[in-house]
């Protein structure tokens, strides 16, 4: 493969781990290819001399891991280009919050070999705290990029996916809580929320969250996580900032 590393989305997330990986020398920029429909962010990318594309498929064509750094609501129309996905040669990595790696394997109707990361907020600043699993066809090895990737920007642990909700002391919502979550928004309960939804929650206006909680879980269209959703939200909201 030409690449060691692809991103399918160049957002925020994406630029403080190309920049990690770049001033931590755990990757060269050329070793690295970057794909977004935005100009700006290409151009960021760009700056940073990394090749950039608009085309998922030049990405997934040419990179040995693959990162999914997209909104989860995108994650559908992504469909084709996770098809052409080898199993036998390249790995998926996915830090889309919310999303379970089995979702994944769904979408591309076949055994990819998937690592989940939950970064929280602080990796913007390099000094995060990330939590790693294995997906059902991941092999021994697949996680050693992630590993060395996310631990330079603060620290990294293998867990297993079940588990990545007790990271932040998070767990699924359920029905009730779906409909009620964006009250979080406006009335923060700080014995119910990690510090990076605290943080996130802080971070968005309180006009605009109910709007941005019914947009995420609406297109997630799942169980997910207080993480989840509170960072889906912010993602959103500084994508339209």
Known sequence: MRYELG??????MAEAIARTAIDKQVLSATQM?????????????????????TDNSEVMGQSQHILLAVKPQTLPALGQTLGAV????????SIMAGVR???????ASKPVRIVRIMPNTPLLAGCGMSGIAMGQFAQSGDESLAVKLFGAAGEAILVNEA???????????????RVQVGVLYHEPQPDRLSGEVAY???????????????????AV????????????VLDLYLDRS
């Open 101 to 107: 790696t089995q979702r994944i394997v769904d979408l």
């Open 163 to 177: 588990d990545l909700d007790a990271i932040t002391r998070t767990g699924p919502l359920s029905e009730p809580e």
């Open 200 to 218: 996130a929650c802080s971070s968005v206006p309180a006009n605009d969250t109910l709007d941005l909680v019914a947009e995420f879980l609406g």
């Open 33 to 53: 290819i970057a794909s977004d429909p935005m100009d700006q962010r290409r151009h960021v990318f760009a700056s940073l001399n990394i090749p950039v594309t």
């Open 7 to 12: 991103f399918i989305g160049a957002g925020n």
């Open 221 to 232: 269209g799942e169980s997910v996580t207080w993480q989840g959703v509170a960072l889906g």
């Open 86 to 93: 080898d199993p036998q040669r390249q790995v998926v990595m």
